[in-house]
């Protein structure tokens, strides 16, 4: 699933370092796209020529920072995925990625998206890491029963759905289903437990 980078870490290469000042500057949210390479050198104390080069390009540094935080997101979510159900992950992912705090990061991966939608050789860890909450989804279906192609199909649709409902929430806010999870759960033949979907919201 990738490196977590720990703000706490004094070694690792230079764009480690860059990444982990980065992360400690904008915490659980990104540059916006207006935002200079200056001006984001300017906010954690260095040159935009050092951004430049170890991550190409504004959109470089928002598919950096975006993909660490996404990492760290889901090494909270595989907890969730250790102990819980198929059903319990989804209302997980749901939670994390609703909450108003988390409107930002929401944007910026679908901005990231669309950019690396045009250009993919140039996001390839972002491209890499969109795979991670559909594989630890179906390895939860695998283990409630379906096989590996049916668990696969599973999981694919259902984050698939989870995205496009986050988007609709994007470009038309308040349009959302209210049970939004009921429904997402009902494509695979299953409903969340009494007031799980309470919780999700």
Do not use: C
């Amino acid at each position: 699933m990738g490196v977590i980078l720990s703000t706490s870490q004094g070694s690792g290469s230079a764009r480690d370092r860059l990444l982990v000042r980065l992360l400690d500057a904008f915490g659980e949210t990104l540059p916006p796209p207006e935002m200079s390479l200056r001006e984001i050198a300017a906010r954690i104390d260095t040159s935009h020529a050092l951004l430049r080069y170890h991550f190409g390009s504004l959109p470089g540094v928002l598919a950096a920072v975006l993909t660490a935080q996404r990492s760290r997101d889901n090494e909270a979510l595989l907890e969730a995925a250790q102990q819980g159900t198929f059903d319990d992950f989804v209302v997980a992912i749901w939670r994390t990625y609703t909450r108003p705090e988390q409107l930002s990061r929401v944007r910026g991966f679908f901005y990231v998206v669309g950019l690396a939608a045009y250009a993919p050789e140039n996001f390839r860890g972002f491209v890499e890491s969109i795979d991670d909450l559909t594989v630890m989804l179906s390895s939860l279906a695998e283990r409630e029963g379906l096989d590996v192609k049916e668990a696969r199909e599973a999981a694919t649709v259902t984050i698939a759905a989870i995205r496009g409902l986050l988007l609709q929430e994007l470009l038309s806010p308040g349009t959302r289903s209210e049970d939004a999870v009921t429904l997402i759960l009902r494509m695979r033949g299953s409903r969340p437990a009494p007031g799980r979907e309470a919780k999700a919201r």
